[in-house]
């Protein structure tokens, strides 16, 4: 956690309040979000409230591992290019495990431990998984991380180091129905796991304010741009910006295929969207009301960007120095798209970088690249003289032995 960050030290909630209907509740796990909107048949979160003038969680210093306080670096070419004041982005990968998901993960753990939980569970792609298990390994808690097979073995030894136990689930969906027997049994989730889906533990939400202290202030931005799924960092970000009290940026969210897009056009939010992405932080065919929530008090927007252009997006931010995931890439291709009428011109723009490209499925194949060829090697021009020593079968053999 940041120390900059005014939401950091204070008290405990004293209550959780609906995000759709504004009902109070006592703080709670509760598993299908507002009770009352559930027997309505409705999915919403809640978020807490606090009695004293302290906001956000305490987080015990033992269960921290330094995440928050990621540096937010200036793309001035890109901004000239796009006639922005200004562009910035956030760079989340520089939290402990490589993502954001460190800022939500050290506080669903500290709850779980709050709450006694045997066990936690969290259906994952990727960051999420292994953010949960790196926390829950400092914090001495068991947990079972549910996966499919298309998780890439990176992450899948990068979890069973931590001591996560690994469940591989036929399909995404099947991954929730084994998080809800587990929660039966009595495990603490640390994903969602509910269908329609409602997005993560209150608590966990909490974490993604920090973000927002730390972009808050006088030179903060007028639209921040998120990759969106659940939508749990775009509702922490809200809360966050809420908060911090000043004026309230434009939230931009930004999905694979239309979803959230869909329901800001009238859709409802608990419909199920078809669609398929090599964007996988952001896959999943669900939308939930608090991203919807978000966007409405925000002005916001939902930007769907298909992986071509996600692709173009990762090639010019890694011409930046930035090889950021393609789904957190995705939010460059979505500027590109709404500053293209001038709308945007002088203003102050921030891209979440949720992750890196190194995390991208794929991204450690061993499959044969170009410049490895035979062929292109001996083709390649020479080296500028003066610059290489000549390539002699001495200087050669003097490298290999280091
Ligand atoms: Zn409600």
Redesign the pocket.
């Known amino acids: 956690m940041s120390s900059a960050s005014p939401i950091a030290a204070t008290t405990v909630p004293g209550g959780m309040i609906?995000l759709?209907?504004d009902?109070a509740w006592p703080v709670e796990t509760y598993a299908a979000g507002?009770p009352?909107?559930a027997s309505e048949g409705h999915a919403?979160n809640l978020k807490l409230t606090y009695t004293s003038e302290g906001r956000g969680l305490r987080l015990p210093e033992a269960l921290a591992l330094g995440e928050g306080g990621t540096p937010c670096v200036e793309l001035p070419a890109l901004a000239q290019t796009m006639k922005l004041g200004r562009l910035t982005a956030k760079l989340e990968w520089c939290n402990p495990t490589g993502s954001h998901k460190d800022r939500m993960s050290a506080r669903l753990i500290a709850r779980a431990r709050s709450c006694n939980a045997p066990l936690v569970v969290a259906a994952s792609s990727g960051n999420g998984g292994l953010s949960i298990a790196a926390y829950a390994a400092r914090a001495g808690l068991p947990t079972e991380i549910a996966i499919t097979a298309a998780l890439a073995p990176s992450y899948r030894r990068a979890m069973a180091a931590h001591g996560s136990r690994l469940v591989e689930a036929p399909d995404s969906l099947a991954r929730w129905e084994h998080l809800a027997r587990r929660v039966a049994e009595g495990a603490f989730a640390a994903t969602n796991y509910r269908l329609p889906a409602i997005g993560t533990d209150p608590f966990g939400i909490e974490g993604y304010k920090t973000l927002a202290a730390e972009l808050a202030g006088p030179e903060q931005p007028d639209v921040v741009i998120v990759p969106s799924s659940r939508g749990d960092l775009l509702s922490g970000l809200r809360l966050g910006f809420e908060e911090a009290g000043g004026v309230m940026p434009q939230l931009i969210a930004v999905e694979p295929f239309p979803r959230l897009a869909r329901v800001m056009a009238g859709e409802d939010y608990r419909s199920r969207f078809d669609g398929r992405t090599a964007q996988v932080s952001i896959a999943g065919e669900t939308v939930t009301f608090q991203a919807l929530c978000a966007l409405r008090a925000t002005g916001g927007l939902a930007v769907p960007i298909d992986d071509n252009a996600a692709r173009r997006a990762q090639a010019r931010l890694a011409a930046c120095g930035l090889h950021a995931e393609l789904s957190a890439a995705a939010t460059l291709a979505a500027l590109d798209e709404i500053a293209s009428d001038g709308r945007l011109a002088g203003r102050h723009v921030t891209l979440v970088l949720t992750g890196s490209g190194l995390r991208d499925p794929g991204a450690h194949d061993l499959a044969p690249w170009p410049h490895t060829d035979e062929r292109l090697l001996a083709a390649a021009p020479p080296a500028m003289p003066g610059f290489l020593p000549p390539r002699t079968e001495a200087s050669v053999q003097q490298r290999d032995n280091g």
Do not use: G, M, N, Q
Request: proline letters at 0%.
């Open positions: 609906c759709r209907c009902a507002c009352r909107c919403s």
